[in-house]
C-alpha cells in the first residue's frame, strides 16, 4: 500500500512561481510518480512524470517549458515546480504512483493523494 499527500498549494499571482510537493509512503521501489491536475468544472489531466530513479521525466507538450518535475528518493518525495502561472494553471494538483517504468502514459496510475489547491490570480 502507497499513501501520498501533497503539499504546498495556494494562491498566486500570475505570472510567478509554485512548487508543490508530494510525500509518498509505503513501497514505492519501481514505482513511477506521476502529477495530475483538475480545473474547475474539467476533467481531470495528465501533467507528466518522473521514473523512479529520477533520472526520467516526462511532461506533455502543453506544459513543457513551465512545469518541471523532480523526485528525491531520500525524502521519499516528488515535486512539481510550476514558472510562469496563469489563472487557466488553476485547478486541484494530484500527485499518483503506479508500478513500472512508463512515464508518459497517464494510464494505470494505482494510488492517488488527496490533491492540493492551486489558485492563480489575475
Known amino acids: 500500500q502507497v499513501q501520498l499527500v501533497e503539499s504546498g498549494g495556494g494562491l498566486v499571482q500570475a505570472g510567478g512561481s509554485l512548487k508543490v510537493s508530494c510525500v509518498a509512503s509505503?513501497?514505492?521501489?519501481?514505482?513511477?510518480l506521476g502529477w495530475f491536475r483538475q480545473p474547475p468544472g474539467k476533467r481531470r489531466e495528465f501533467i507528466g512524470a518522473?521514473?523512479?530513479?529520477?533520472?526520467?521525466?516526462h511532461v506533455v507538450d502543453s506544459m513543457k517549458g513551465r512545469f518541471t518535475i523532480s523526485r528525491d528518493n531520500d525524502k521519499r518525495t516528488v515535486y512539481l515546480q510550476m514558472n510562469s502561472l496563469m489563472p487557466s494553471d488553476t485547478a486541484v494538483y494530484y500527485c499518483?504512483?503506479?508500478?513500472?517504468?512508463?512515464?508518459?502514459?497517464?494510464?494505470?496510475?494505482?494510488?492517488w493523494g488527496q490533491g492540493t489547491q492551486v489558485t492563480v490570480s489575475s
Open positions: 499518483a504512483a503506479k508500478s513500472g517504468s512508463t512515464i508518459t502514459s497517464p494510464a494505470g496510475y494505482q494510488y
Open positions: 518522473v521514473n523512479y530513479w529520477g533520472d526520467g521525466t
Open positions: 509505503g513501497r514505492i521501489n519501481t514505482y513511477v
